[in-house]
């Protein structure tokens, strides 16, 4: 009789024990909560889970709110994202998703249920992408699914990603600054007994104070390695903290047998202990540092959008956050200003820069019944805005989602590296152990160290993580300079690629235009002079490219009574007279 819960792996004892008959064998559970999970799952069809499992679950969980909250649009507005008509897309987190298993169950529970559309998981920022037909199915019975399965998922919120990511990073660095105190003291000690202290009176005290330092160091900086391969060790699935973890207790264990006395020509190695743990928690922090820097792409990307907007309501107007702002409210926008929401212009005109979304790098004029788009920059000019989606569903929105996507979807180079790296840890196993069984009847020690340096030496961490990295770095570097990767796949063939077809000019310009050359039947500084100092006072791209055309010629003049015709052209007095500079519907008008 099995003394582990069938379900989470958790003691069972005489006080807790619950004997539930699955698949006409008897199971033990350690709760009512983890029978019924179970029997959900096999309900459901999906036994293989149990197949699979990598790592321990949680019996079923209550869910955070009210169940009929969840399926309230109020509740659901702020979260829902851009998606096809008669769809829903939202994001959820759930932070105990722990292992494969636990993706491949979630994705199969939901995805078979009726009204899914798709489930896709992400086992690296833990979050769940949902899509489902709106009518089919209610997002209160998805929530109540996924908490029947032992997952506490809630709305995903930047924020909240941000405070969990920070709390780990921040564990993570207090065990290596502990790792690194212990081992520049090691080091000190290291120092000594390698230039003559070894023979000296001090020697043991050497040793057993390297036994102080390393083992907290083992135990607590390390702790992280141990406890995953721990679980990849019950599960009897080799991840690659197994190697690691093996490598460094079998320094530490094999230092301790000389320690006392079971050895009298070996050596201790706490320090090779704390400085392999310091390492390889430098390189897993460096690891996740690159990847938050690679993936804050889509964070860099929202925050183009402002969080608040100024709001025209019959008693006046009245800065709301974006997520409350409905279809059909008018907004207003001022210059300079990045425009909240997508929009038909209702009143007034400007000049608003595009680029962010076109490529284009001269602004495009707005005037009554022009689409605006968020995260566009208004130049010049002053209107009002008439919402046409909501902030989750704009095209800036759309293109967060495909940087997203880019990284939830894996690439099929990482799929083969993710079914390769278990055999690669039991051969790297293998040749340790090999190792050790040659060695050993000639020289124990000698056996053993060898066999730890097999497997510290061929710790597959660079293989394992290499690909994905290089991925998440690739995809958030194109994305910061305006490059976005639909398909991960895409960025494997591009060595491949020989001939690149543009589909627009807009794409490939500097988007700094420059004055490349004058014509005037007047004099040419005179001309460049007269427009420079009126160009001064304007923000449009072709004004600072004649601006700094001027100073490259160190032509100087200066100009005053600035007036802006929003979309048409500007005036100003240079010298005491008024000239105009602007499109030719400007310059023909009447009052000109």
Known sequence: MSNVCYHCGLPVTLTNRVEVIVQDTQQNFCCVGCASVCQTIYDSGLGAFYDQQTSTLLPSVDLEYPLEFYDSLVFQQPFLQSSDPGTKTITLISNTIHCAACVWLVERALGV???????RVNLTDKRIRICWEDGKINLSLIMQTLADLGYAAMPYQQNI?????????????????????????????????????????????????????????????GYPFLKNAYFGVKNRYM?????????????????????????????????????????????????????????????????????????????????????????GDIVLIK??????????????????????????????????????FAGTLNINGSFEVEATQLSKQSALAQIVDLVENTRANKSRIVCTIDRIIPYFVWTTLGLATITFLVWSPTDFDLALLSATSVLIITCPCAFGLAT????????????????????????????????????????????????????????????????????????????????HYAIENNIEQLADDFEMSPGLGVSAKVDGKRYWVGNLNYLKAPEK
């Open 113 to 119: 249920m009726n009204g899914i559309i798709w489930v």
């Open 161 to 221: 990603a941000e405070v969990v990511q920070q709390r780990k990073n921040k564990a993570m660095l207090y065990r290596i600054g502990f790792a690194g105190f212990t081992m520049m003291n090691l080091l000190w000690i290291s120092i000594a007994m390698y230039t003559g202290a070894s023979g000296g009176q001090y020697h043991g005290y050497f040793q057993w104070l390297g036994f102080v330092l390393a083992t907290p160091t083992l135990f607590y900086a």
């Open 239 to 327: 991840n690659m903290d197994v190697p690691i973890s093996i490598g460094a207790l079998a320094t530490y264990f094999y230092s301790v047998y000389v320690l006392l006395g079971f050895s009298t020509r070996g050596e201790v190695y706490f320090d090779t202990v704390v400085n392999f743990i310091f390492v390889i928690l430098i390189g897993r922090y460096l690891e996740a540092s690159s990847k938050k820097s690679a993936l804050s792409a889509s964070t860099s990307l929202q925050q183009l959008q402002p969080n608040i907007a100024l709001v025209k309501t019959n008693d006046g107007e009245h800065i709301k956050p974006i997520s409350t702002i409905e279809v």
């Open 335 to 372: 210059p300079g200003e990045r425009i909240a929401i997508d929009g038909i212009v209702r009143l007034g005109s400007g000049e608003v820069d595009e680029s962010l979304l076109s490529g284009e790098s001269l602004p495009v004029d707005k005037c009554l019944g022009d689409d605006v």
């Open 468 to 547: 994905p990295m290089s991925i998440a770095v690739a995809s958030g570097t194109a994305a910061k300079r305006n490059i976005l990767i639909k398909n991960g796949d895409a960025l494997e063939l591009l060595s491949k690629v020989k001939h690149i077809v543009f589909d627009k000019t807009g794409t490939l310009t500097l988007g700094l235009p420059q004055v490349d050359k004058v014509i005037s039947q007047m004099d040419r500084n005179t001309l460049i002079g007269i427009m420079s100092a009126i160009e001064k006072h304007s923000e449009h791209s072709l004004a600072k490219a004649i601006v």
